[in-house]
């Protein structure tokens, strides 16, 4: 089996950046992604998914590890200042990385 190196790059935010975040991932060049409703806590308090418009959205999407640099540092100058969100980035090895 030939697993290759790439990062999931994970981004959640509140649904009123989802359209912002798409349009990001777009613009660098993400081939696809997986985005799903979320709730939790954190720093702001606690944000329940039972109102869409005021739930949070997870994005998932792998990317080759030079996308997520780029990725990471535009979500936190353009859209970090504008919006609730938080990113990170994990290793993953995926099986056919010409997907991504």
């Known amino acids: 089996?030939?697993?290759?190196?790439?990062?999931?790059?994970?981004i959640v935010c509140e649904a009123y950046a989802a359209d912002a975040v798409l349009r990001l991932l777009a613009e660098v060049g993400a081939s696809g992604h997986t985005s799903f409703?979320?709730?939790g806590s954190g720093a702001r308090?606690?944000?329940?998914?039972?109102?869409?418009?005021?739930a949070n959205t997870q994005f998932e999407v792998i990317v080759r590890p030079e996308l997520a640099t780029l990725l990471?540092?535009?979500?936190?100058?353009e859209?970090?200042?504008r919006y609730a969100m938080v990113a990170f980035e994990s290793d993953v090895r995926v099986l056919r990385a010409d997907k991504f």
């Open 37 to 39: 409703p979320v709730e």
């Open 45 to 54: 308090g606690r944000r329940l998914a039972d109102i869409p418009e005021y």
């Open 1 to 10: 089996m030939n697993l290759h190196p790439m990062k999931l790059v994970t």
């Open 79 to 81: 859209l970090f200042p």
């Open 72 to 77: 990471l540092q535009r979500l936190g100058a």
